[in-house]
């Protein structure tokens, strides 16, 4: 059935009747609300068959690098820093994780959740057991961040604090929609493994979003990229937010406009030699 779907909107997108693509000039600038409480919320997502440390590898183009979720654990656990860290890890497939006792260890909370929307699944179920806290910032990651450590905590929400045009921020982007067939899709988002905002932002977004977290309950990858990690971005632009990537060279704002479009075009991690890795601010 997601596939049919798929068929669905690529054809009606061909034809010009759909665009992923939103425009720009009738998007009324905002600033986010402000967060008064001093928790970090961090879900990780997980699948149950992954061992503690992996290699990852996408394709010929992107090099290989080491991750998993003992690094994310180590990552939180040396922070010493002005945040308090609530950490939520939800498993897919969790009849298949032979590391529960570890990662109980290392959590405040396991929440098991369906594999069908891989991420999106674990980031919905996160986002209904937070949704009737106060407004606080939210980190949405999974275990394929690369190894490679970095004391980005602090540096990065002061950099929210700073930036209050900004609805989200991530490590890595793209500017194409890949899944299309409409050539050069410029669908500029921020990749999902790591997506930094507030509370306050993604009810915003679930709502604009007819009240479903993006991506959920969508088997067919090609679907869930643009239902789920393309989607994200388009809503938080649609509500008249920015979002930002830090890159190693420092952070880059974008919206929807191709003028404002400083980055180089793609999948970014095309251009960089440490992939998914958390660069500093």
């Known amino acids: 059935m997601d596939f049919i779907k798929l068929c669905i909107e690529l054809l009606l997108e061909l034809v010009g009747l759909r665009r992923l693509n939103l425009g720009y000039k009738d998007i009324t600038p905002r600033k986010r609300v402000a967060v008064e409480s001093r928790q970090l919320r961090v879900c990780i997502h997980e699948w149950g068959g992954y061992p503690p440390v992996r290699h990852k590898h996408i394709n010929d183009t992107i090099g290989d690098w080491e991750c998993g979720l003992k690094y994310q654990f180590d990552r939180f656990a040396g922070y010493?820093?002005?945040?308090?860290?609530?950490?939520?890890?939800?498993?897919?497939?969790?009849?298949?994780?032979?590391?529960?006792?570890?990662?109980?260890?290392?959590?405040?909370?396991?929440?098991?959740?369906?594999?069908?929307?891989?991420?999106?699944?674990?980031?919905?179920?996160?986002?209904?057991?937070?949704?009737?806290?106060?407004?606080?910032?939210?980190?949405?990651?999974?275990?394929?961040?690369n190894a490679l450590q970095r004391d980005f905590i602090?540096?990065?929400?002061?950099?929210?604090?700073?930036?209050?045009?900004?609805?989200?921020?991530?490590?890595?982007?793209?500017s194409t929609c890949y899944q299309s067939l409409v050539r050069d899709n410029f669908t500029p988002h921020l990749?999902?493994?790591?997506?930094?905002?507030?509370?306050?932002?993604?009810?915003?977004?679930?709502?604009?979003?007819?009240?479903?977290?993006?991506?959920?309950?969508?088997?067919?990858?090609?679907?869930?990229?643009?239902?789920?990690?393309?989607?994200?971005?388009?809503?938080?632009?649609?509500l008249g937010y920015k979002l930002a990537v830090v890159m190693k060279w420092g952070v880059e704002k974008f919206d929807n406009n191709p003028r404002n479009w400083k980055l180089p075009k793609g999948d970014l991690r095309c251009c960089t030699d440490k992939p998914n890795a958390i660069n500093p601010i």
Request: negative net charge; charged residues 20%; aromatic residues 8%.
């Open 80 to 145: 010493k820093g002005e945040r308090e860290v609530v950490l939520t890890v939800t498993i897919s497939d969790i009849h298949l994780c032979r590391n529960i006792e570890y990662i109980a260890t290392h959590s405040d909370q396991i929440i098991p959740v369906p594999n069908r929307g891989m991420d999106f699944s674990g980031y919905a179920a996160f986002y209904d057991a937070v949704a009737g806290s106060e407004n606080c910032y939210i980190l949405l990651t999974n275990s394929s961040v």
């Open 154 to 174: 602090d540096p990065y929400i002061n950099y929210m604090e700073r930036n209050t045009d900004v609805g989200m921020l991530g490590i890595s982007c793209c």
């Open 191 to 238: 990749q999902s493994f790591f997506l930094l905002t507030t509370l306050s932002v993604l009810k915003e977004l679930v709502a604009l979003n007819g009240g479903k977290f993006p991506g959920r309950d969508i088997a067919n990858k090609q679907l869930l990229i643009r239902r789920g990690e393309i989607a994200i971005s388009q809503l938080v632009i649609r």
